[in-house]
């Protein structure tokens, strides 16, 4: 597993920061638990209030308050073999796992 923070910088220098990034087996780290870490690492690094992180855990049953989707979970498949789970917006986290070691990086 390949887990990478970065920070977008709004037109100032290079477009983006890299926060972290780190490698690591997958069986040391579960599917939901990996969804959660990448919450809060973009929590802790867009400095957040409680009240607009209480906003980022809403459902979009209620207008009041108003759900953040900043921590919604999208989905894609940047490479044969390989899904990324991510989350954010200026602070962007996400995960990639191979899923198909066969298809992955795979030499022609």
């Known amino acids: 597993m390949c887990i990478y923070l970065r ?5 100032h ?3 983006y920061t890299e926060l972290y990034h780190a490698h690591f087996p997958k069986h040391r780290l579960s599917e939901d638990a990996s969804l959660e ?3 809060a690492l973009v929590v802790r ?3 957040f209030e409680a009240p607009y992180i209480v906003r980022c855990y809403l459902n979009d049953r209620g ?3 108003e759900a953040s989707g900043v921590l919604r ?3 894609e498949y940047p490479e044969p073999g390989v899904v990324r789970r991510y989350c954010g917006t200026d602070v962007q986290a996400w995960i990639d796992t ?3 070691p066969d298809k992955f990086r795979r030499r022609t």
């Not at 920070?7 to 037109?11: A, D, E, I």
């Open 7 to 11: 920070k977008y910088n709004h037109g």
């Open 13 to 15: 220098g290079d477009p």
């Open 37 to 39: 870490l990448m919450r």
């Open 45 to 47: 690094y867009e400095g």
């Open 63 to 65: 207008r009041e308050p």
């Open 73 to 75: 979970i999208t989905i």
């Open 98 to 100: 191979v899923v198909d």
